[in-house]
Nanobody
């Protein structure tokens, strides 16, 4: 059984930073090239934020390019999302995804 647990969300002011972490069990990160982060704001559909591609590279939503960075530590089965220069429009529940499983989500709120 796969378990994905996110942490690191919180309340920050615009321009601030947060680092999200997703700890996984039941999977091997090196075999999951599609591991990534998604977010969902109230009244909106869940959208891609950042993910690892099948080619071993990364893909980011245009709205977060240059501000967010996804990284992974295969030895620790952990994926991170470093979020800098946060904007109020980044406010959402952020979800970790991999192998068809979703984490429980962690709330990120950015005040103006």
């Amino acid at each position: 059984q796969v378990h994905l647990v996110e942490s690191g969300g919180g309340l920050v002011q615009a321009g601030g930073s947060l680092r999200l972490s997703c700890a996984a069990s039941g999977i091997i990160f090196s075999m999951n090239d599609g591991m990534g982060w998604y977010r969902q704001a109230p009244g909106k559909q869940r959208e891609l934020v950042a993910r690892f591609t099948s080619g071993g590279s990364t893909n980011y939503a245009d709205s977060v390019k240059g501000r967010f960075t996804i990284s992974r530590d295969n030895a620790k089965n952990t994926v991170h999302l470093q979020m800098n220069s946060l904007k109020p429009e980044d406010t959402a529940v952020y979800y970790c995804y991999g192998f068809g499983y979703w984490g429980q989500g962690t709330q990120v709120t950015v005040s103006s």
